[in-house]
């Protein structure tokens, strides 16, 4: 069993949908209904923080009922749903009933929401934080999406003290120039700051300085970056179009070394689908097809098969893919390890 205090043999006695007890062996409850897993390993479910569920609006592209079969059949319990691809986008508290309304008919998994910061809508930030999201959620360049505008310093301005006064966390899609801006306005304003899905490695000393700062600042990439290689992509292969881009095999390993130094603090899916009209297929035109990878039901594999070789273990895997986008969502009391008190089921508090 993988657990916060590392890999043992243990029983976990469940009740009542709670984690009651986790136990060593002899000093297991005697005489209950038990599920001997033998030499299996027993992870906490994978808490995925980077995932773009489409509904309402391109439900086609991927739905509530499709993203969390795929989210259980791959290990995923619980998945924090992005504001945007979806129409309208998650920027205020009637788009995000509508997300709660649709993800309570068809989840088969623990769904929680981020909001989305665009110019013009810090008012809308209390309401959605009243409505329960995790935190929030921006872009510095285009979004790829219409109705997800892209926000300047001046929006930033606006928005990050409400968010800091808020407690909650701004995620920002971010490289380099970016995330030095972002950085300078967390020192001032105060707010806690997330850089999701880093692809450029070079961008790593700059989030160390501010760490060594004091900055509350976390960082996370993804399975395809940590998976492929642009020198391993075929011309003209648009299923591998992402946003930012696969980069070379050195900032590859470059990304595997930062979450050994704990750098990069975590690993989310970024799961983007479309349909496979949008893709370009028969063209191959990088410029017309859809930037995204869906991966919530390989996540886990992915990063298990890349983490193994490179002699990581099954400890690590737990820190980033469960422990650590629990705590980024404030769920660490509820999700993320096999602990007391925690729910390893489905069900809301
Ligand atoms: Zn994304």
Redesign the pocket.
Known sequence: MVTPEGVRDAVVAVADGRIASVSAPEEAPRGRAHLDLGSLALLPGIVDT?V?VNEPGRTEWEGFATATAAAAAGGVTMLVD?PLNSIPATVDRAALEAKVAAAGRAARVDVAFWGGVIPGNAGALAGLAEGGVRGFKCFLAPSGVDEFPHVGERDLREAMPVIATLGLPLLA?AEEQAIAMLLRLATETGCRLHI??LAAASALPMLREARARGLAVTVETCPHYLTFAAEEIPDGATPFKCAPPIRDRETRERLWEALRAGEIDLVAS?H?PCPPSAKALESGDFFTAWGGIASLELSLAAVWTGARVRGFGLEDLALWMCARPAALARLGGRKGAIAAGLRPTRGAD
Do not use: A, E, I, L
């Open positions: 980077h773009h992005m899609t999701v899905h970024d983007s």
